[in-house]
């Protein structure tokens, strides 16, 4: 890529399902290809199916990618581009790349079986090449409609990956591939390419499923005289046995995650940093990961999922991130103050976490008093501090406690632990008793 040439990415999701954490991982590397080199970021939604493709999902994704943090320059719906996939179309069938085949399925079966048992590769025969025109009008006759195929060159296709380096694609392994059918209506190898080129997308990334694809798409670049666009093949997320993450099955869908409370951000972060070179860490933004992040980072091995470390980052971002940028969110969770944020957060694994916690706070706490801890807790109001209170109303309180009892260790902070909160676990004392206040302490202590 020449410097001055800009940068267009676009992430092109079929609209069939809503995206899940595997989907986030092209989604997002390519949203910080854009930010890294000021690019423009293009969300085209492949609707070439009509059977499946919802306007329901479109909206669906475009809310998920809002979530993860993405807000795309463009949308674009292919099934409003038809036209212009008509027109590359006939160009191809003028040039005589794209020629019509009538098999069907039953026959391609049988043709690839015969051929399987005579030791010879399963690769269409290109019978639909050598069909003259009295043939076409005598299907034409029959009723049968052609579906369209796209000669292959034949030749090792060779191109540079971004991420998995030199490659080479050889399309003489290879049937011509389908890419329109019968019906008229196109797979989905020839209008991403007519798209590419149209929409000047410079950068492709996407999953390491479709480097096969390279090698035809490539082909097709060339026979529409477009230019070819640099490649980058990531590796797919997987779950923990190695088995891909479905989308259709709805498994780990962003929609889910955010329900159960996870961050976006931390989110994000697990799709793209899992099967890097960079630790599954805190970042504070995706526009500073953007600043550090190359696509030479990805791994060429595995890229495996595993819960643990979104649950670990989760808490770990939450324990950093400060009470503005969260604001209206915790006001939902009964935080309404810095202060109560600060002391609580140390805790949370999710933000909902908190709401729980603000109730130690708040109230109602039942305090939990043994009966040989009686005379401990009488001192232990004896010595509370008169208002007003400062940072340092826990170490002049526990230093008087200390003395007034000749307790230490364990032995004087659980009693005083289980009579304020409650609990045996939880925030700092320290930082809950400016919280509570005098009254509150005075009562939970009694
Ligand atoms: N719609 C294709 C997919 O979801 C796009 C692949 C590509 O990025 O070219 O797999």
Same mark, same amino acid.
């Given at each position: 890529m020449s410097v001055e040439q800009a940068v267009i990415v676009r992430y092109a999701p079929s609209p069939t399902g809503r995206l899940h954490l595997g989907n986030a991982r092209p989604a997002l590397?390519?949203?910080?290809?854009?930010?890294?080199?000021?690019?423009?970021?293009?969300?085209?939604?492949? @609707?070439?199916?009509?059977?499946?493709?919802?306007?329901?999902?479109?909206?669906?994704?475009?809310?998920?990618?809002?979530? $993860?943090?993405?807000?795309?320059?463009?949308?674009?719906?292919? !099934?409003? &581009?038809?036209?212009?996939h008509d027109a590359a179309r006939d160009r191809l069938i003028a040039s005589g790349r794209l020629y019509r085949c009538y098999e069907t399925e039953d026959e391609l079966d049988r043709r690839r079986a015969r051929a399987r048992t005579m030791g010879r590769p399963p690769i269409y025969d290109r019978a639909g090449l050598r069909l003259t025109d009295a043939d076409h009008e005598r299907y034409a006759a029959e009723g049968r409609?052609?579906?369209?195929?796209?000669?292959?060159?034949? &030749?090792?296709v060779a191109f540079t990956d971004l991420i998995k380096g030199p490659q080479t694609v050889n399309t003489a392994s290879m049937s011509d591939p389908v890419l329109v059918r019968e019906d008229g !209506?196109?797979?989905?190898?020839?209008? !991403?390419?007519?798209? @590419?080129?149209?929409?000047?997308?410079?950068?492709?990334?996407?999953?390491?499923?479709?480097?096969?694809?390279?090698?035809?798409?490539?082909?097709?670049?060339?026979?529409?005289?477009?230019?070819?666009?640099?490649?980058?093949?990531?590796?797919?997320?997987?779950?923990?046995?190695?088995?891909?993450?479905?989308?259709? $099955?709805?498994?780990?869908?962003?929609?889910?995650?955010?329900?159960?409370?996870?961050?976006?951000?931390?989110?994000?972060?697990?799709?793209?940093?899992?099967?890097?070179? $960079?630790?599954?860490?805190?970042?504070?933004?995706?526009a500073a990961l953007a600043e550090i992040f190359d696509l030479a980072m990805v791994s060429h091995g595995p890229a495996r999922f595993d819960p643990a470390e979104l649950d670990s980052l989760n808490a770990r971002l939450l324990h950093e991130t400060g009470f503005d940028a969260l604001r209206d969110r915790l006001a939902a969770h009964g935080v309404a103050n810095e202060p109560m944020w600060l002391a609580l957060r140390g805790n949370v694994a999710r933000l909902g976490d908190v709401a729980e916690l603000a109730r130690l706070v708040t109230g109602p706490v039942t305090p939990v008093i043994a009966d040989e801890d009686r005379a401990f807790m009488a001192a232990a109001r004896e010595a509370l501090?008169?208002?007003?209170?400062?940072?340092?109303?826990?170490?002049?309180w526990i230093a008087a406690v200390k003395s007034a009892t000749g307790r230490k260790g364990r032995g004087l902070f659980m009693p005083l632990r289980l009579a304020l909160t409650g609990r045996d676990d939880g925030p700092e004392l320290r930082s809950l008793l400016p919280l509570l206040g005098r009254r509150a302490c005075l009562d939970r202590l009694s």
């Open positions: 590397l390519n949203w910080l290809f854009a930010l890294r080199h000021g690019g423009t970021y293009v969300l085209r939604l492949d @609707d070439t199916d009509h059977a499946r493709s919802t306007e329901a999902f479109a909206q669906g994704i475009i809310e998920d990618l809002a979530w $993860l943090g993405i807000t795309p320059a463009r949308i674009e719906r292919q !099934s409003a &581009r038809k036209a212009i409609k052609p579906h369209w195929r796209f000669r292959l060159d034949g &030749r090792p !209506s196109y797979l989905y190898t020839l209008p !991403s390419v007519v798209d @590419d080129i149209e929409m000047g997308i410079t950068h492709v990334i996407r999953g390491e499923d479709h480097v096969s694809n390279t090698g035809t798409q490539i082909e097709i670049f060339e026979a529409l005289g477009g230019p070819v666009p640099l490649f980058a093949h990531h590796n797919l997320l997987t779950g923990a046995d190695g088995e891909g993450l479905s989308k259709r $099955l709805g498994s780990l869908s962003l929609a889910d995650l955010r329900t159960e409370g996870y961050e976006p951000l931390a989110v994000a972060l697990v799709a793209v940093l899992t099967g890097t070179s $960079l630790p599954v860490a805190p970042q504070p933004s995706l501090p008169e208002e007003p209170w400062d940072d340092g109303v826990w170490d002049r």
